[in-house]
């Protein structure tokens, strides 16, 4: 079986003042339906740009300026601004970590969600909500026929971020790409969202990018996982293979530092200096001025260490664990 | 035994609500009456011993940074009072916040919107000491540089403006200007929640070490319950303004009592291999303005009886220095009415 969505050397620049900066450097990964890929990195490794440079809405200064994004078939670089238009929304989605973004404030939840729906499906307004309502049911919403009358400020943050879930289904695309949206909410919250995510990828077949910085909630949520690190994908593998034994020496460095693992009151492992800035990368690998198996070759571009399908972009990667 | 350093004895905080015209009309037409508070804390008692780190842990609205701003004189109680030392920091009347508040330093969330951009990190940090007397104008350059060292940043730092640090190094400033003052406690209003985990591994470390090192008493807010394991002695754990369950850390983390906290541990994702089967807690948080009568968890609490609905469970002794706010732990919840 194909993959839903296939990415093979994505690249995404920006023209800053101080030159061009490479946000997204040479990502592959792909997806299969189905399946929850968790994006995961630190802020400003490039996760919300690649999610924006799949869905074709980058703006200036930036462009993507190499790579292929392949969703059932149809690589959506080659397409038409309007053709990709009709493939947003209906064939690949998102959700961003605020639903305001897709929610219209001025309209009610049934009205907007109808709109979506008829964009893409000509059909009368009475189906379109009738296809709104199950879709806010699918999301976990209780009573969701009431709310079809809402506003969106009527809702708590977790209820609008499950709209927006909801509207980002409407066509059943095959592609969703999720980014943090559960970052703001309760965990009480995240909890159950998390809980229909789950179900929704095991039962409409959906497959999901599920874009965060936090590794509990990959962990426990994805089937595959890919690391970020100053817009370079540098470890790739399934959930169980990143966090059970990873390869790299940021996921390591990444994994060890979370609380929760140690004695209480202890020193946790650090990795040290700051996140990169990427105008000032250090040239070969990115991570070699805070990595602690760093050597002069690292100073040279790493390859791509294989370990089955799981890989890694380093000279020196873990061998065991 | 010498008195706990910080004392909050039954302490709760409404903000009232300004009633528009439309809401007074409505309140009028349903038979009630207009306005209504926001109930942000309720008879919250709790003791902090000088050298311990107490966590407060909830989800968002439930009154952790409320409670950390009445510690810190910010907010005068609306009942109640806190006693730092055994003298007052605020009681219940608005017109007495005692200003001890130099003794008590909060450390907030954002390392952005915390630190003048237009004043230099130096200036930033001996400001408040200066204006205090608590350092000479002589020994101001070198305190200010030893407390950067302190903290893990450059010395000389102390002429560059805040935009120049990144989120960790901002956040290292902002303790720095806190421990200037010398205060007897400490209030972090989730003080790591806005870093990236590898920085925030590391400004933890320096909260253990300055722990080590000076003794610090802190009230440690957040609503990360694995932060608050790491570094808390006890813990308590609030809901919709009250505190639902309180005890040492290590008891509270091996087995939690409260429905609610049961909940909460079941809900957090942790770090593993393998999916995890979610368990999350049904239903939304109630609002504070109108809270469910009886006990507050009752409408989402897999356990709730009659006795919850309409009696305010007290927090009761659970053993071993633990304290459970839920009739399961005071007498049951009482039996259903047969059908
Ligand atoms: N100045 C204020 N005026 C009116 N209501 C307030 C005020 N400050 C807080 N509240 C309300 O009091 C309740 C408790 O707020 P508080 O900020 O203490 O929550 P919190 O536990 O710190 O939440 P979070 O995790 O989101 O920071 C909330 O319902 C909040 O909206
Ligand atoms: N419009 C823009 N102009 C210049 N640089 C940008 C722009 N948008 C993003 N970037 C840069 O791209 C990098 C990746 O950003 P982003 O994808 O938002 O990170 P993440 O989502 O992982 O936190 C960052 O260094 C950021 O500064
Ligand atoms: S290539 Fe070298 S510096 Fe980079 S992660 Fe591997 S060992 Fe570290
Ligand atoms: S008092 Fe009743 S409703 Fe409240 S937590 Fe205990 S069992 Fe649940
Ligand atoms: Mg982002
Ligand atoms: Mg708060």
């Known amino acids: 079986m194909s993959a839903a969505l296939d990415i093979q050397g994505l690249t995404t620049r920006f023209d800053t003042r101080g030159g061009t900066v490479t ?17 995961v990195g630190e802020s400003g490794s490039g996760k919300s740009v690649t999610g924006f440079s799949i869905l074709g809405l980058i703006d200036e200064p930036g462009r993507v300026t190499d790579g292929r994004v392949i969703v059932e078939e149809t690589d959506l670089r080659s397409l038409s601004p309007d053709h990709l238009r009709s493939m947003r929304g209906r064939k690949v989605s998102m959700v961003f970590q605020d639903p305001m973004m897709t929610l219209n404030p001025v309209l009610r939840i049934g009205d907007q969600m109808a709109m979506a729906v008829r964009v893409h499906e000509p059909m009368s307004k009475a189906k379109a909500l009738e296809r709104a309502r199950d879709a806010l049911g699918t999301v976990g919403i209780p009573s969701p026929e009431e709310r079809l009358a ?55 077949h959906t497959a999901i990018v599920w874009i965060t910085h936090d590794l509990a909630v990959v962990s426990s949520l994805a089937d595959d996982i890919c690391v970020m690190y100053a817009g370079k994908i540098v470890e790739r593998g399934t959930a169980e293979e990143v966090i059970g034994q990873p390869r790299h020496p940021y ?52 390859p791509l260490a294989r370990f089955g399908d799981h890989t890694a972009l380093c000279h020196h990667p873990l061998e065991t664990t | 035994m010498t ?16 009633a528009t015209l439309a809401d007074k009309v409505a309140a009028r037409l349903a038979g009630r009456s207009a306005g209504g508070a926001v109930h942000a804390v309720t008879d919250v008692s709790l003791t902090v011993e000088r050298g311990e780190v107490v966590g407060v842990v909830g989800e968002s609205g439930c009154g952790k940074s409320t409670l950390g701003r009445i510690v810190s004189g910010i907010y005068a109680p609306t009942e109640g009072t806190v006693l730092l030392d055994g003298k007052p920091v605020a009681t219940g009347r608005e017109d007495h916040v005692n200003k001890l508040t130099t003794r008590v330093q909060m450390i907030h969330q954002d390392p952005f919107a915390s630190l003048n951009p237009r004043m230099k990190v130096g200036e930033t940090i001996s400001e408040g000491p200066r204006t205090h007397g608590i350092v000479s104008a002589a020994e101001v350059g070198d305190k200010t540089r030893a407390l950067l060292e302190q903290v893990g940043l450059r010395g000389d730092y102390a002429d560059r403006l805040p935009h120049q640090f990144s989120g960790g190094q ?120 109108d809270p469910p009568p009886g006990c507050a968890f009752h409408p989402r609490c897999p356990f709730a009886g009659p006795r919850c609905r309409v009696e305010i469970p007290r927090l009761t002794d659970a053993g071993a220095g633990r304290t459970v706010a839920c009739h399961l732990n005071d007498g049951g919840v009482g039996q259903e009415a047969a059908a």
């Open chain 1, 23 to 39: 946000a997204v450097d040479d990502v592959s990964f792909s997806v299969d339906r189905g399946r929850i890929m968790g994006l």
């Open chain 1, 150 to 204: 809402a506003y969106p400020h009527q809702l708590s943050g977790g209820m609008r971020q499950r709209v927006a879930i909801a509207t980002a289904l409407l066509h059943r695309p095959a592609v969703i790409i999720a980014d943090e949206p559960t970052t703001a909410l309760d965990v009480s919250i995240q909890g159950q969202i998390l809980a229909e995510v789950r179900r929704l990828a095991d039962e409409t």
């Open chain 1, 251 to 302: 996921t390591r460095g990444l994994l060890d530092s979370v609380p929760g693992q140690h004695a209480p009151g202890t020193h946790l492992p650090q990795i040290p200096g700051s996140t990169p800035q990427l105008s000032h990368l250090p040239s070969g690998c990115p991570f070699r001025n805070r990595c602690p198996r760093a050597t002069q070759l690292c100073a040279s571009a790493p």
């Open chain 2, 3 to 18: 008195a706990p350093l910080l004392e909050i004895d039954t302490v709760s905080k409404r903000f009232p609500l300004k």
């Open chain 2, 170 to 289: 901002r956040q290292r400033i902002a303790i720095a200007r806190a421990l200037a003052m010398q205060p007897d406690l400490l209030v972090l209003d989730e003080a790591v929640a806005s870093l990236d985990v590898s920085i925030q591994a590391q400004v933890l470390n320096l909260f253990l070490d300055l722990r080590r090192d000076l003794g610090l008493t802190a009230l440690f807010i957040s609503h990360d319950l694995s932060v608050v394991r790491h570094v808390c002695d006890r813990v308590a754990i609030m809901y919709l303004g009250r505190v639902v369950e309180l005890a040492s850390a290590e008891r509270l983390y091996a087995e939690p009592k409260h429905p609610y906290t049961q909940a909460l541990f079941a809900s957090v994702p942790t770090l593993g291999t393998g999916r995890q089967d979610f368990r999350p807690i049904k239903g939304e948080i109630p609002s504070p303005i």
